[in-house]
Each structure stands twice: as structure tokens, then as C-alpha cells.
């Protein structure tokens, strides 16, 4: 019973380089949200795809983006990391608002 | 659009005693409300949620929340904490536009100690 797949767990970047965080989930879900959380801020959304083929911006998108490649999988990419990225990513998953949101295990990443 | 606040950031409690946790939303809407509690170094996982219907809802680990929709208030209540019940709560809130296209608005969260 996976539910919502986050890779990697925990990275490392120097100022400067990229990465993608990749999420992979096997509910069906046809929601799908990227959240960052930092202290004392709670989970703040960074872009979510309310279907395969789409994506929106969130409260925090300068610095990301994002890719729908299918029903199953939604990768979040900074394309050059800076230090206000260092924070917790959480990628989840939902079917209605009512449902709520099944959430990954999360990425801790840090950028020196 | 819609908002949480969580009034108070830490909550230090007596194992055994009762806790409140305080949540207030703003919407002009309906609304649906969660708690979420993340224990340390772990994701979020849900503990209740109101849709309609009864004001009092039981969820998981023996917490129960009340919907008071003329004070704007969801407030998480269990009545003898426990050690493994330290951990951060999220208060969250959903819309639904009925355009297909929603999020959960979260609170900042309240961190609860339970001290032996």
C-alpha cells in the first residue's frame, strides 16, 4: 500500500544547481499538490494539477515548476536552487474536497 | 478566498490532562474542515474531518473536534493526552467551487508537548 511516493527523502544543493523532486502515487488521484512547510509558517502551496494536462500556480511558485506527466506521477523542479528553498516538500494527492488529502512522507532539502 | 488561524503556536500539557486546540476559518462560503497531526520527522495524516451533519466529530487516537459555524471555529479536544500524542496539528479548510479545481488552505500549525 505505497499511496503517495516521494523521492528523494533528503538532498543537499549548492547555490546555483538544479534538481526535481519527483512524486508518484497509485490511488488514482486526480489531484495533485506540491506543499513546502517551514517553521512557524505551517504547509503553504507551491502548485497543484487538478488533472492530467493541468497545473496551477499556488501561493508560492516563483523559484518552481512542475510537471503533470501523467495521472500518476507530478515532479516539482527548481531550476536554480537558492537558500530561501531550504525547506520541508510535501507532494499529496486527492480525489474531492471533501476526501481531503493523502500526503508523502516528504523531502527535507537543503541548499548551502 | 479562504483562511486559518491557529491561535496558539505551543501547547504544553500534563500527561492526562484535557487539551483544546484552537482553530478559527474565515470563508464566505461552505466549507469542509480537517486536523492533521505530523509527528516528528514523519508526513501528514488526517485525525478527522467535518463535512455536514453532526457538529461533533470523533477521529482517530481518541480526539474529537466540534464545528461551531457562528463562532467560525473547528477547536480539537481529547480528553486525556498521552505521550505519543506530542506532535504538531494542522487545522486545514477546503472549498468547493464546483469548477473541479480546489486546495486545502492549512493553519500554521500548533505544536503540543505532553509532559510526563
Known amino acids: 500500500n505505497a499511496g503517495v511516493t516521494q523521492t528523494p527523502k533528503f538532498q543537499v544543493l549548492k547555490t546555483g544547481q538544479s534538481m526535481t523532486l519527483q512524486c508518484a502515487q497509485d490511488?488514482?488521484?486526480?489531484?495533485m499538490y506540491w506543499y513546502r512547510q517551514d517553521p512557524g509558517m505551517g504547509l503553504r502551496l507551491i502548485y497543484y494539477s487538478a488533472s492530467e494536462g493541468t497545473t496551477d500556480k499556488g501561493e508560492v511558485p516563483n523559484g518552481y515548476n512542475v510537471s503533470r506527466l501523467n495521472k500518476r506521477e507530478f515532479s516539482l523542479r527548481l531550476e536554480s536552487a537558492a537558500p530561501s528553498q531550504t525547506s520541508v516538500y510535501f507532494c499529496a494527492g486527492s480525489d474531492r474536497p471533501s476526501y481531503g488529502y493523502t500526503f508523502g512522507s516528504g523531502t527535507r532539502l537543503t541548499v548551502v | 478566498a479562504q483562511s486559518v488561524t491557529q491561535l496558539d503556536s505551543q501547547v504544553p500539557v500534563f500527561e492526562e490532562a484535557p487539551v483544546e486546540l484552537r482553530c478559527n476559518y474565515s470563508s464566505s462560503v461552505s466549507v469542509y474542515l480537517f486536523w492533521y497531526v505530523q509527528y516528528p520527522n514523519q508526513g501528514l495524516q488526517l485525525l478527522l474531518k467535518?463535512?455536514?451533519?453532526?457538529?461533533l466529530v470523533k477521529g482517530i487516537n481518541g480526539f474529537e473536534a466540534e464545528f461551531n459555524k457562528s463562532q467560525t471555529s473547528f477547536h480539537l479536544r481529547k480528553p486525556s493526552v498521552h505521550i505519543s500524542d506530542t506532535a504538531e496539528y494542522f487545522c486545514?479548510?477546503?472549498?468547493?467551487?464546483?469548477?473541479?479545481?480546489?486546495?486545502?488552505?492549512f493553519g500554521k500549525g500548533t505544536k503540543l508537548s505532553v509532559i510526563p
Open positions: 486545514a479548510v477546503s472549498v468547493d467551487s464546483g469548477a473541479g479545481s480546489y486546495q486545502l488552505t
Open positions: 490511488m488514482n488521484h486526480n489531484s
Open positions: 467535518y463535512l455536514s451533519g453532526s457538529t
